[in-house]
């Protein structure tokens, strides 16, 4: 059975707010923004994230491959996190920005919906872009209420 | 230490307009990562994360305090990295009790009573506050203003002497609601007192059409919404972002109901139609009772800690502070008409020693009944202030 289940693949490429988390190597976690992601297969996803705010992120999976990614549907707070082992790390190459651009348009609209203007995320500063590849190894329910933490069934490898 | 930038100009940061995130860390590596729905302030070192399920995090940062949360300031949406350490978690005290009325009138409003609650307040002290850098043109940072200034202090001093004027109850209420609005911007306002049914009754307001007689008359059962869990808990309660608050109550709402949890049907709001923020400020007099003044805004940020510390002085003026009593009694109190509205109040806040103490509802806030105007479809409530009587 795949990780990622049809349904929930629809889900985590939607206009969804991501956040990241990695460590150093004393285990102080760190926190950054990601911006869309595509999954790229049964088990595998590929992640962006704003480049000068994941200057951390990236220095700490030089040391660490380990990730956590939460991605919620702000409007319905629905969530799941991902965690896995990066597998690649690296500048995204020109012909993703247009995919960027796209999804973010999409996130802005979402969040016109629960009263964040689009004028704010404007400012945002999308590119250039980092893409981290990672393969998941345990998705997790995450929406708030009681069963926040456990794992999904299908996605138990 | 010295925090830079403080955790008071990041202030409106913590009225949970935007979530947040934190990361945690397990020992043995690996990560996790949760949105927040309110990051609490608690001073110039420390904030509170609500704790209303056993969870990762928790179980993270009691082998591992190190976090990092990321706020983000609504006006702006700069974020702020906090990193942070776990020291301990309450269950008790003015804290948790803070923390715990907010979720409890969202509990109250979207039927989860008694269900939806605070386990704990877990503190984290903050080690260092980073601004991130997300946007194209940083913008400039907030001044840190002290909780309670001059122009605050002389605020409360112009109301005081405004009130002070005032020849009967009638005359005092509306000099009170007009000065709120005048000095402080508060253009939606109530005052309402308890009857002897356990609701509360408006015997004043401002701001909802026909210079505000149309909210006169409008209840509110003790207990239940906004309102009625201030009067309930004799605590002044701040809501920052009500769409916001609710979204967050109905994912929780859903999750129990996917989980076989029965609950009671989402009541309405009363009052403002399309209002963001509510501020609830119940007057006691010696554990009793008397009243409680109802601000209500559009404004998402309408109200801060500002306004909290302003009406609280405003309604402690004639008030000796409270005395906490293990089961404060709620008098019986037949609204006043118009008509007789002064010797009746007059004689409610004077008196401070007569009072029985009947049940707290008469049942009849049990019962809800249908709801003037549904945030849902499955909506019902004993607030009866319809919207259409109440658009200012």
């Known amino acids: 059975m795949p990780v990622l289940s049809r349904e929930l693949v629809e889900f985590l490429e939607g206009p969804n707010s991501i956040v990241v988390a990695t460590h150093d190597g004393k285990l102080h976690p760190e926190v950054t923004r990601g911006l869309t992601l595509r999954c790229t297969g049964d088990d595998t996803v590929r992640v962006w994230l704003p480049a000068r705010p994941a200057a951390r992120a990236v220095a700490n999976l030089a040391l660490e491959k380990r990730i956590a990614v939460a991605v919620e549907l702000p409007s319905l707070h629905k969530t799941r996190q991902l965690k896995g082992v990066v597998t690649a790390v690296r500048p995204a190459p020109d012909d993703r920005r247009a995919l960027i651009d796209e999804a973010f348009a999409g996130f802005s609209a979402q969040c016109a919906t629960i009263g964040v203007p689009p004028r704010l995320l404007e400012r945002v500063v999308l590119w250039p872009a980092v893409e981290i590849e990672l393969r998941v190894d345990a998705v997790f329910e995450q929406t708030p209420g009681p069963g926040a933490g456990e794992p999904l069934e299908a996605a138990k490898r | 230490m010295t925090l830079d930038p403080s955790l008071q100009s990041l202030s409106r940061c913590f009225q949970g307009l935007i979530p947040s995130a934190i990361a945690t860390c397990a020992p043995d ?20 994360l609500s704790c209303q399920f056993f969870n990762k995090t928790r179980r993270n940062v009691e082998k591992n305090p190190f ?32 923390m715990d009325l907010r979720i409890q009138a969202i509990a109250s409003v979207t039927g989860m ?120 808990q004799r605590r002044v309660l701040r809501v920052s972002n009500v769409e916001g608050e609710l979204r967050y109550g109905r994912a929780v709402r859903q999750r129990m109901e996917t989980k076989g949890e029965t609950l009671r049907p989402e009541i309405a709001l009363p009052g403002l139609p399309g209002a963001q923020s509510h501020l609830a400020v119940p007057l006691v007099v010696q554990d009793r009772l008397v009243g409680v003044l109802a601000l209500e805004s559009r404004d998402p940020l309408a ?71 549904a945030p849902s479809s499955a909506t019902a409530s004993c607030a009866s202030i319809p919207h259409s009587a109440s658009l200012p």
């Open chain 2, 303 to 373: 109200f801060g800690t500002w306004d909290e510390s302003t009406t609280t002085a405003r309604a402690r003026k004639k008030i000796p502070p409270r005395r906490r009593s293990p089961n404060p009694p709620l008098p019986p109190r037949a609204v006043p008409s118009r008509s007789s509205r002064t010797t009746t109040a007059s004689s409610s806040t004077a008196s401070t020693s007569s009072a029985t103490s009947p049940a707290r509802s008469s049942g009849s806030c049990s019962a809800p009944t249908t709801a003037t105007a």
């Open chain 2, 67 to 98: 976090a990092t949360v990321e706020v983000m300031d609504p006006a702006t949406l700069q974020p702020y990295r906090l990193s942070v350490r776990y020291t301990h978690s309450e269950t008790s005290g003015p804290l948790f009790e803070a």
């Open chain 2, 29 to 48: 590596g690996t990560p996790n990562v949760t949105f927040l729905s309110q990051v609490y302030y608690v001073d110039a070192t420390h904030v509170a």
């Open chain 2, 113 to 232: 009573a008694g269900i939806f609650r605070l386990i704990a307040a877990d503190v984290y002290e903050v080690l260092a506050v980073e601004r991130v850098d997300l946007l194209a043109e940083a913008p400039a940072a907030t001044p840190a203003t002290p909780e309670f200034s001059l122009r605050q202090v002389l605020g409360v001093q112009i109301v005081s002497q405004q009130v002070n004027r005032g020849r009967d109850l009638d005359e005092t209420l509306e000099l009170l609601l007009s000065t709120l609005d005048d000095v402080c911007g508060f253009s939606h306002s109530m005052m309402l007192v308890p009857d002897e049914s356990g609701r509360l009754v408006a015997i004043a307001s401002r701001g909802y059409g026909e210079q505000g007689r149309k909210g006169i008359g409008a209840e509110v059962c003790i207990g239940e919404g906004f309102i009625g869990t201030a009067a309930e």
